[in-house]
T-cell receptor, first 108, second 113 residues
Framework: KNEVEQSPQNLTAQEGEFITINCSYS?????LHWLQQHPGGGIVSLFM???GKKKHGRLIATINIQEKHSSLHITASHPRDSAVYIC??????????FGTGTRLQVTL | DTGVSQNPRHKITKRGQNVTFRCDPI?????LYWYRQTLGQGPEFLTY????????KSRLLSDRFSAERPKGSFSTLEIQRTEQGDSAMYLC???????????FGPGTRLTVL
């Protein structure tokens, strides 16, 4: 069992839909990261959070420490949101432990 | 551009050859990380440095792999006697401290024939 698990693995949505990607982790963490990866490999950090909720534009990330669960929400999705979204955890060491990613395709 | 850079971006080599990759972190960042990502999977941790000291190495890092950060700035990752299973994207990231946001480079895609 992977220490960080994401669902769903693949997600197709129509433009404008509200999207939720879930992440569960089984270890104690100091922070939870949401990352975006476009074709070609480049990874961009979207959020780093250790409690509560953060919002940036149409993206919202939440974390529940007691339940070891985090969600990434995208409001009013757009085709340019199509990418792989990766959840990663920082434990007692500062290295990241990654989930396998959620491949999102937003269609017109 | 002051982001993390990696060279080369692509490397094709024959099995048994040695390859070396370079990562230049954001200049004031003291932490540097190497990760490996195979197709369809999330990245996996390989090793990381604080300044020039290599603080942790993954069990994934066999004896054929070696990483250095001699002056606490750029880092190199060398793979000796490459195998087809080494084919992957090698990602470098840097941060300004242990639990701060990590900034990723574009990666080096290695193909071993």
């Amino acid at each position: 069992k992977n220490e960080v698990e994401q669902s769903p693995q693949n997600l197709t949505a129509q433009e404008g839909e509200f999207i939720t990607i879930n992440c569960s982790y089984s270890v104690g963490i100091s922070a939870l990261h949401w990352l975006q990866q476009h074709p070609g490999g480049g990874i961009v950090s979207l959020f780093m959070l250790s409690s509560g909720k953060k919002k940036h534009g149409r993206l919202i990330a939440t974390i529940n420490i007691q339940e070891k669960h985090s969600s990434l929400h995208i409001t009013a999705s757009h085709p340019r949101d199509s990418a792989v979204y990766i959840c990663a955890a920082t434990g007692t060491a500062s290295k990241l432990t990654f989930g396998t990613g959620t491949r999102l395709q937003v269609t017109l | 551009d002051t982001g993390v850079s990696q060279n080369p971006r692509h490397k094709i080599t024959k099995r048994g050859q040695n390859v070396t990759f370079r990562c230049d972190p954001i200049s004031e960042h003291n932490r540097l990380y190497w990760y490996r990502q195979t197709l369809g999977q999330g990245p996996e941790f390989l090793t990381y440095f604080q300044n020039e000291a290599q603080l942790e190495k993954s069990r994934l890092l066999s004896d054929r792999f070696s990483a250095e950060r001699p002056k606490g700035s750029f880092s190199t990752l060398e793979i000796q006697r490459t195998e087809q299973g080494d084919s992957a994207m090698y990602l470098c990231a840097s941060s300004s401290g242990g639990y701060n946001e990590q900034f990723f480079g574009p990666g080096t895609r290695l193909t071993v024939l």
